[in-house]
């Protein structure tokens, strides 16, 4: 696609249920990165995909985060047991190699909203 | 611990002045510096970016100057037009890396 895709853009769900977030990255673009904005801050590095591997996931939380990306393209944030805390907007990057003079290209995010 | 620090949380100027976005970082391993723009209900958008190396980098009428002596970087927009309200985010990255860590955000109007 022209950009990075993310569905859903929104998210309810109860305290203690299981959410997945789907990012579509930009077609050809081998690195892939998860970052999270809560109210009122800036966004913050969670998981850094290179291919099909996690080549770095030291921001996430902690053990009820994972990610995967198993084909090198689509990839999906699933949190277990989610918290109030969980509360934010999840965002997907991708770039054409890692790093990059440019920054990232930024999708539209999902807004998750535990209850 | 808050690496990249924008101390002004919003920003009103009258369209056709100057807005001066300032930000601040603490970590000395930062080479790389990006600004970033954002819409409601849209990701940030890359806007101009600063290598270490460089004290002012210019695309239209963006302009960023970077202090490292201070560690101080400032986004200049001139003219202001209406368009350009929407939050601005500093970001920041060490040589070869690829983690950005984000300032808070300023929120910029710009008034008719």
């Known amino acids: 696609g022209a950009g990075v895709s993310q569905t859903p853009s929104n998210k309810v769900t109860e305290k203690g249920k299981y959410v997945e977030l789907r990012c579509d990255p930009i077609?050809?673009?081998?690195?892939l990165y998860w970052y999270r904005q809560s109210l009122g801050q800036g966004p913050e590095f969670l998981i850094y995909f290179q291919g099909t591997g996690a080549a770095d996931d030291s921001g996430l939380p902690n053990d009820r985060f994972f990610a995967v990306r198993p084909e090198g393209s689509v990839s999906t944030l699933k949190i277990q047991r989610t918290e109030r805390g969980d509360s934010a907007v999840y965002l997907c990057?991708?770039?054409?190699?890692?790093?990059?003079?440019?920054?990232?290209?930024f999708g539209s995010g999902t807004r998750l909203t535990v209850v | 611990d808050q690496q990249v620090k924008q101390n002004s949380p919003s920003l009103s100027v009258q369209e056709g002045r100057i807005s001066i976005l300032n930000c601040d970082y603490t970590?000395?391993?930062?080479?790389?510096f990006l600004w970033y723009k954002k819409y409601p209900a849209e990701g940030p958008t890359f806007l101009i970016s600063?290598?270490?190396?460089?004290d002012k980098n210019e695309d239209g009428r963006f302009t960023v100057f970077l202090n490292k002596s201070a560690k101080h970087l400032s986004l200049h927009i001139v003219p202001s037009q209406p368009g350009d309200s929407a939050v601005y985010f500093c970001?920041?990255?060490?040589?070869?890396?690829?983690?950005?860590?984000f300032g808070a955000g300023t929120t910029v109007t710009v008034r008719a």
């Open positions: 077609s050809g673009h081998t690195a």
């Open positions: 970590n000395s391993m930062f080479d790389y």
């Open positions: 600063i290598s270490s190396i460089k």
């Open positions: 990057a991708s770039s054409p190699s890692r790093g990059g003079d440019y920054g990232y290209t």
């Open positions: 970001a920041a990255r060490p040589q070869n890396d690829y983690k950005l860590s």
